[in-house]
Nanobody
Framework: QVRLVESGGGLVQPGGSLRLSCAVS????????MGWYRQAPGKEREWVAD??????TYSDSVKGRFTISRDDAKNTVYLQMNSLKPKDAAVYYC??????????WGQGTQVTVSS
């Protein structure tokens, strides 16, 4: 059974940094597409970034501030978030997709950006 567990969220001041982690169990990360999404109160879930093999893409709202990476040996995906803004506050979700296995989500981790 595939399980994704996010961690690393918390309260940070504007301009600060956080590093989110997504630990995957039940299947290897190899040949997966991994992504981060976020959902703020009253808003729809939005895509933030994804990584497939060595290829990464970012939403315009986080480009230049966030970095997604993966360590297949540790079966973990990361999201380094720098220069955080109040509008980045949301629950952040990890997503894993394998063509032969389907789509999986973590339970989310809360990020609060406030002074």
């Amino acid at each position: 059974q595939v399980r994704l567990v996010e961690s690393g969220g918390g309260l940070v001041q504007p301009g600060g940094s956080l590093r989110l982690s997504c630990a995957v169990s039940g299947n290897s990360l190899s040949r997966s597409s991994m992504g981060w999404y976020r959902q703020a109160p009253g808003k729809e879930r939005e895509w933030v970034a994804d990584i497939t093999g060595g290829s990464v893409t970012y939403s315009d709202s986080v480009k230049g501030r966030f970095t997604i990476s993966r360590d297949d040996a540790k079966n973990t995906v990361y999201l380094q978030m720098n220069s955080l803004k109040p509008k980045d506050a949301a629950v952040y979700y990890c997503n894993a997709f394998w063509i032969w296995k389907g789509n999986y989500w973590g339970q989310g981790t809360q990020v609060t950006v406030s002074s």
